[in-house]
């Protein structure tokens, strides 16, 4: 595109193009600055989206852009996909949706890397260090490529949610892992034997999947955390190869951010990365483990029984989980909630780091209903208020709500934080039966005493609950 250009313009261009990619890491950097609250994650995802422009254009006019043609058709037809994607996706779905743009992110990173290798004659010309960034861009960004794709197999559920195990498979991830190194060593000291080359990337494409199937549906937002990471760092790493400046800040601050998240997300678990990795926690919900002892009755509630308590309470607190995911029950509850605040009672969501499919699954999803986001609080701000809560609606939530977690030492769950509902006057829980959560075990708090179970669809009980509340 440069030849269209006046010479006295060509002989600042280079200057120019390093002060707007400066100009769109600052969007970047703005932009995930904003996303740390919903009130202003709108604005700080379409800053994201104008830097991503910014960056878009500017490579137009660097000097290793030779077809303006197919740059133009990528950028139509990745634009389409992309839109028509975001467009008809369910808000119910994006954790898949975000998996798979995790694992889009790995195989370009890869491609760019494997392009850039693959277009120059003299594979020798590179030094060391490019051929080993090379070698580094094609593992991660492939394992995360199918590393991905397994995360959405197991969260659309034609792929078992359970951790699919078998013995040695922890000795051969970490083995492969080892290998891989040894093989990057190997391709950067001979790069014209391309056995190795090939060899890299059937082997980062075979620990993407070893890697993640072992990891249960309990842990996906983990999975999802990391894998993002992942993505960051293999685009950061093609930046090194390109030599593009503005690829290697923004992959690096995404690979940061994933990284930041995925600690978070496993303190909130009270485990480690290690354990989440390599401990194949977070099965099928047939696993045994430590269950509610003693008494095993259960009170059941209805519809027009719950309404009254409800409409009379002071105080609401609603804990949503999973279940109300798959329900799609978002909408139903924010009407429950309307109808609770016109009477004068006090509405709250207690929100935990881990619930649902991906982080912050549960903010994304009260986010389409509406919810207003002062009313959504994180488990840190609603722990001390269950004391003075009078009802405390539990919606597809299970293990973030186990009391197990401070009370059974050899549980897998124990030492987990979880959202203190046993501390209000009364629980009500919205499940389709008395199964256990991916954790495996048994919940004592559907059997206590001031806890009542509401069983059927999240979303028609609600909405005979809505109903309900006319009458009282």
Same mark, same amino acid.
């Given at each position: 595109m440069t030849q269209f250009l006046p010479e006295s313009v060509l002989a600042w261009l280079p200057d120019a193009i390093?002060? =707007?990619?400066?100009?769109?890491?600052?969007?970047?950097?703005?932009?995930?600055?904003?996303?740390?609250? $919903?009130?202003?994650?709108?604005?700080?995802?379409?800053?994201?989206?104008? #830097?991503?422009l910014i960056g878009m254009v500017v490579t137009l006019f660097d000097?290793?852009?030779?077809?303006?043609?197919?740059?133009? @058709?990528? &950028?139509?037809?990745?634009?389409?996909?992309?839109?028509?994607?975001?467009?008809?996706?369910?808000?119910?779905?994006?954790? /898949?949706?975000?998996?798979?743009?995790? #694992?889009?992110? #790995?195989?370009?990173?890869?491609?760019?890397?494997?392009? /850039?290798?693959?277009?120059? $004659?003299?594979?020798t010309s590179f030094d060391t260090t490019g051929l080993i960034t090379i070698g580094l861009s094609i593992f991660i960004g492939a394992l995360t490529f199918t590393g991905s794709f397994i995360a959405f197999g197991k969260l659309k559920g034609f792929i078992s949610g359970g951790a699919i195990t078998f013995p040695g498979l922890n000795i051969i991830n970490i083995g492969s892992m080892i290998a891989m190194l040894v093989l990057i060593g190997i391709f950067a000291f001979d790069p014209t034997n391309m056995t190795i080359?090939?060899?890299?990337?059937?082997?980062?494409?075979?620990?993407?999947?070893?890697?993640?199937?072992?990891?249960?549906?309990?842990d996906m937002p983990v999975v999802i955390s990391l894998l993002n990471s992942y993505s960051g760092i293999a685009a950061s790493m093609a930046g090194f190869v390109l030599q593009n400046n503005l690829l290697i800040v923004s992959g690096a601050l995404v690979g940061a951010a994933g990284l930041?998240?995925?600690?978070?997300?496993?303190? @909130?678990?009270?485990?480690?990365?290690?354990?989440?990795?390599?401990g194949s926690f977070g099965g099928d919900g047939a696993g045994g483990g430590s269950g509610a002892g003693g008494d095993k009755t259960v009170r059941e509630t209805s519809a027009e029984d719950l309404a009254i308590q409800i409409a009379y309470a002071s105080k609401v607190v609603i804990v949503p989980g999973y279940g109300l995911a798959v329900a799609q029950a978002q909408h139903v509850v924010k009407e429950v909630a309307a109808k609770l605040e016109s009477r004068g009672v006090q509405v709250k969501y207690g929100i935990h780091p881990v619930a649902g499919r991906m982080p912050g699954h549960?903010?994304? =999803? =009260?986010?389409?209903?509406?919810?207003?986001?002062?009313?959504?609080?994180?488990?840190?701000?609603?722990?001390?208020?269950? @004391?003075?809560?009078?009802?405390v609606l539990i919606i597809g939530a299970n293990d973030v709500v186990n009391p197990?977690?401070?009370?059974?030492?050899? #549980? $897998?769950?124990?030492?987990?934080?979880? &959202?203190?509902?046993?501390?209000?006057?009364?629980?009500?829980?919205?499940?389709?039966?008395?199964?256990?959560?991916?954790?495996?075990?048994?919940?004592?708090?559907?059997?206590?005493?001031?806890?009542?179970?509401?069983?059927?669809?999240?979303k028609k009980s609600l909405q005979a609950l809505n109903e309900a509340l006319n009458d009282v």
């Open positions: 390093q002060l =707007l990619y400066l100009v769109a890491t600052a969007f970047f950097i703005r932009g995930i600055k904003l996303l740390n609250s $919903p009130a202003t994650a709108r604005k700080g995802n379409q800053l994201a989206a104008i #830097g991503m000097k290793h852009i030779v077809s303006f043609e197919l740059i133009v @058709a990528g &950028l139509v037809i990745g634009g389409l996909v992309g839109a028509v994607a975001a467009k008809k996706v369910a808000m119910t779905a994006m954790p /898949e949706m975000v998996a798979i743009f995790n #694992g889009f992110g #790995g195989a370009a990173s890869a491609l760019v890397a494997w392009g /850039e290798f693959a277009r120059t $004659p003299d594979v080359f090939w060899i890299i990337m059937g082997v980062s494409l075979l620990i993407g999947v070893t890697s993640v199937i072992p990891i249960g549906g309990a930041i998240l995925t600690n978070i997300m496993c303190k @909130a678990m009270n485990r480690s990365l290690t354990n989440v990795i390599f549960m903010n994304v =999803l =009260l986010a389409e209903a509406d919810v207003p986001y002062d009313q959504l609080k994180d488990m840190d701000e609603i722990n001390p208020e269950f @004391a003075s809560t009078d009802v197990l977690a401070k009370t059974d030492p050899g #549980g $897998p769950i124990y030492g987990m934080p979880i &959202l203190n509902v046993d501390e209000a006057k009364r629980t009500i829980v919205f499940k389709r039966s008395l199964s256990v959560g991916y954790a495996g075990i048994d919940n004592p708090l559907f059997y206590a005493e001031k806890n009542q179970m509401f069983f059927g669809d999240a």
